[in-house]
């Protein structure tokens, strides 16, 4: 037999087994599919191929005509789909287009004749379709070119200092710096690295800290709660103070997310101080040059912050982001741990006198009239919305905004008192000296979606009605940014209440007959999923996930979870997270970033919720488990909606960048942020730069040159954009994913700016742990 003839018998069956195995595979799917109402396309696809392949085993000339058909086919049902949008199209064309190119393998051709030209043909034409939709790019990725003209004067702003978590109380994360501009930020370079130390065992904790920038000293806080001053022209640790936390507990989980500053006039001691909080429910006061606790406040510089909570199980309660200082008082919150029971600690809102550590005053919902610390034996109300969120505050008005989680556990709400219906998911203001509440706005009515207020209210004054208004903007994980007049808490733009899904709830739950839609601003929650949104990086995952979604129930926006699976988009982790938006007062923009990914969500019943737990003793961190909620009927179990390669199953872009005109309160522009490279299928880094828009957390920051900086998504770069047309401008590879806001300064020692970022990465994004504080500048110039 010559060569010749050995490759033409040898080759058509090598083609033919792949193509009859997916064909098989995809047929078998698609027949599922049908089953549960979706396409037709992959059964009757799935047939034609495992025809097709079975001719080209035969060595039968229409093999390859009845594969170009199938390919036709495709392309058509592909653009009636998902017009030419090139995410959507890639896992449609380029696996099929792929098996057709090998028609036109020589051993193939010499087996089946021209046909084989004929899919080869069909192929091209589907990849050349695939390249002109990838080169359009998605239809959001730039709305409008116009920027807007810049507002008059210059609002208050992070100057050469960054004294707050969001540089300053108001959280507009804008500095009015402008050394650094869209002409120079290209030049930028490492100007030096900080490592924390910290060795992770047991529960894994993000650095995820914004340092602050006060005099000649940055000041952060570790994955440990250990608190350093830095030099911030080098990065040299000035000191180090240890609190030796035990961080085990609830949460798998824990982080702290930055420290507050305070100046005294008429201290005792520590006339500058640095005011931090702990796992361990622990308010420190430390001396700002020296790093030793000052004696003045509290007990040798501490207070304890179980006092009034009553049992408080290890891990249960601890506070996660910077405590909000304004006029004299330390006013902050807790996290308190999610799904777990319905006997948990209070969300009570505290303040302390930043000078002794006095109790000041206390708000807590279940009694909002009573300001003062329990009695013997008492203890605030228990379980009820906490706020883990960063708070805001106006010094003028005296009022600090609390934006609140919904009520423990997150996902049955039958059990709820008044108070936590009326609070739960709300951003509050309460008067700073008396703890009295001024007004609350609720974002989700009785959350049974784990919709906390992550992201700290941000303080902006916005035209409207011709005149200029003290507002408020309060982003969700709803995708609904809010905007609302700070010194009333009413709507600034439009809420319509819109009706919401009613069925399928767990017998003895309620639900809420309307949700609130901010109509008067763009939505980030992104359209209703449906099953052509489905998505994967090959015909099969998309198949799959096609399956999947069939399989869930889905009402759109507030489906509420019950005893079979119910799908929650935006995910339990938004929309928008604690990163919050940072606002261009001049230009007045307004930067967001969002996230889109679904949850899926079911309702365990007590007894097998309680076996199972009882079956993996001592494994409270197992999330294949349901978590237990216990004093209700029910367990839940969350999961996300992925493939099983690991990938989201929606469309990308999974997160995007956008600007909003605060006057217009129209898009500007909008873009995926984020590339493939550090991700890939199962985990693996796929090292491809693609721009697909990836998941996030962290947030952005903004200056007066017109630069935002973020790092936040998954791949492990910091990017800087130009504020008026969303161009990137600038990328570095971080040691690790950058899930953490950014800040500015400018060194004293040398004047130069610095922009500067916490590189640690984070779990539930499947991004390496660091423990690197990376700071960039200009070069020096010589």
Known sequence: MSRNQSGAGIAPKALAVPLLLIGFAIAAGGAMLVTLGGSLYYLLGGVAVVAAAVLLWRRHGASGWL????????????????GLGGWALAP????????????????????????????????ILLIAVQVVAGSIGSPDRFVAPASPALLAGDAPAAGAEWAAWGGTNAGQRYSGLDQITPANVGDLELAWTYHTGVKQEGVKSPLQTTPI????????????????????????????FDPKVDATGASAVTTCRGVAFARLADAVDCPERIITATFNAKLIALDARSGEPCPSFGKGGFVDLTTGLGVVDKGFYYVSSAPTIVRGRIVLGGWVADNQSTDEPSGVIRAYDVATGTFAWA????????????????????????????????????????????????????????????????????????????WSFQTA???????????????????AG???????????????????????????????????????????????????????????????????????????????????????????????????????????????????????????????????????????????????????????????????QKGTPYGVLL?????????????????????????????????????????????????????????????SMVTKSGLIFIGATQERAFRAFDVSNGHELWRTALPAGGQANPMTYVSPKSGRQF???????????????????????????R
């Open 755 to 781: 922009v500067l970022i916490a590189a640690g990465g984070h779990v539930m994004l499947q991004s390496p742990l660091g423990d690197s504080i990376v700071a960039y500048a200009l070069p020096k110039k």
């Open 67 to 82: 594969y170009a058909g199938f390919l036709l086919a495709t392309l058509a049902w592909a653009l009636w789909e998902a």
């Open 639 to 699: 999961t996300g909606l992925v493939s099983p390669l690991n990938v989201p199953c929606n469309t990308p872009p999974f997160g995007k960048i956008s600007a909003i005109d605060l006057r217009t309160r129209k898009l500007v522009w909008s873009r995926p942020i984020g590339s493939a490279r550090d991700s890939g299928p199962m985990g693996f880094a796929s090292r491809l730069p693609i721009g697909m828009g990836m998941p996030m957390f962290g947030g």
């Open 213 to 240: 920038m006060v005099g000649d000293t940055l000041y952060a806080c570790t994955q440990t709660n250990i608190v350093v001053a830095l030099d911030p022209e080098t990065g040299r640790e000035k000191w180090r």
């Open 466 to 628: 011709g005149r200029i208004i003290p507002a408020l903007a309060q982003p969700t994980k709803r995708g609904e940014l809010f905007l609302l007049d700070r010194r009333t808490g009413k709507p600034v733009a439009a809420v319509e209440e819109r009706p919401a899904p009613q069925r399928g709830a767990a017998p003895g739950e309620r639900l809420a007959k309307t949700q609130p839609f901010s109509v008067g601003m763009p939505s980030f929650r992104g359209p209703p999923l449906t099953e052509t949104d489905m998505w994967g990086l090959t015909p099969l995952d998309q198949l799959w996930c096609r399956i999947r979604f069939k399989q869930l129930r889905y009402d759109g926006p507030a489906t509420p979870p019950g005893t079979d699976e119910s799908l929650i988009y935006p995910s339990i982790g938004g929309g928008m997270n604690w990163g919050g938006v940072s606002v261009d007062p001049r230009r007045g923009l307004m930067i967001v970033n969002s996230i889109y990914y679904g949850t899926i969500a079911q309702l365990v019943p007590r007894a097998e919720t309680d076996r199972l737990h009882a079956a993996a003793a001592g494994q409270m961190h197992n999330f294949s488990l349901p978590q237990p």
């Open 445 to 463: 009515h009785h959350d049974l979606w784990d919709y906390d207020v992550a992201s700290q209210p941000t303080l902006i004054d916005v035209p």
């Open 92 to 123: 449609r064309l380029l696996g099929p287009a792929v098996f057709g190119l090998l028609f036109a393998l020589p051993g193939v051709r010499r087996a089946i004749g021209p046909s084989g030209w004929a899919a080869a043909g069909a192929a």
């Open 363 to 438: 708000w807590d919902m279940g009694r909002p009239d009573f300001h003062g610390e329990p009695g013997a034996g008492e203890h605030y109300t228990r379980s009820t919305p906490n706020s883990w969120a960063p708070m805001s505050a106006d010094e003028a008005l005296g009022l600090v905004y609390v934006p609140t989680g919904n009520a423990t556990p997150d996902h049955w709400g039958a059990n709820r008192s008044p108070a936590s219906e009326r609070f739960g998911s709300s951003v509050i203001a309460l008067d700073a000296q008396t703890g009295a509440m001024r």
